[in-house]
T-cell receptor, first 112, second 116 residues
């Protein structure tokens, strides 16, 4: 069975600082990996996805993520955080049938 | 391109009452998903449709939950009767089957259900 772990429930960073959100997955085959962001009262918006190929993927809003098979990780990064990035971030893995399993989420707070 | 549309956005009902949620997926997306998101957690899949066929409903509590997707477009999710533990956000998502690999799922804004 596939699973996703996001070890950090809450993270607080200062505006302009760099950000890294951790994600570890468990899946028996080549994973399809996604990062979504959810603002309060909203649905989930896709930030980026990894299917194959280059292990460093670029997404929207200046986010990127790196797939590391040896560590079963898919961490999300951003070099300089903006106040509007405050939200909840979800990492997910899909099986071959596109069934998504989500992590518990990381709530990002941004200090001015 | 219009996104996934869900209604209502909020619903408050008393326990044991019925409730229904509606979802209109992105045009052309033949795969539709219903998720439940409890407070402080990630979404959990309830049911997945390929066109009008439910291809995975193993997580749907069938004693009180039902879903349909007539004509393979819009979908409704129903709870009857609702219990206190059903309070959650119900999210609908859709994806296309075109293209290589797993296509991303696009989510609606959800229906927030509160049971009194």
């Amino acid at each position: 069975a596939q699973s996703v772990t996001q070890p950090d429930i809450h993270i607080t960073v200062s505006e302009g600082a760099s950000l890294e959100l951790r994600c570890n997955y468990s899946y028996g085959a080549t994973p399809y990996l996604f990062w979504y962001v959810q603002s309060p009262g909203q649905g989930l918006q896709l930030l980026l996805k990894y299917f194959s190929g280059d292990t460093l993927v670029q997404g929207i809003k200046g986010f990127e993520a790196e797939f590391k098979r040896s560590q079963s990780s898919f961490n999300l990064r951003k070099p300089s955080v903006h106040w509007s990035d405050a939200a909840e971030y979800f990492c997910s893995v899909a099986n071959a049938g596109n069934m998504l399993t989500f992590g518990g989420g990381t709530r990002l707070m941004v200090k001015p | 391109e219009a996104g996934v549309v869900q209604s209502p956005r909020y619903k408050i009902i008393e326990k044991k009452q019925p409730v229904a949620f509606w979802c209109n997926p992105i045009s052309g997306h033949n795969t539709l998903y219903w998720y439940r998101q409890n407070l402080g957690q990630g979404p959990e899949l309830l049911i997945r449709y390929e066109n009008e066929e439910a291809v995975d409903d193993s997580q749907l509590p069938k004693d009180r939950f039902s879903a349909e997707r007539l004509k393979g477009v819009d979908s409704t999710l129903k709870i009857q009767p609702a219990e206190l533990g059903d309070s959650a956000v119900y999210l609908c998502a859709s994806s296309s089957s075109q293209g290589k690999g797993n296509q991303p799922q696009h989510f609606g804004d959800g229906t927030r259900l509160s049971i009194l």
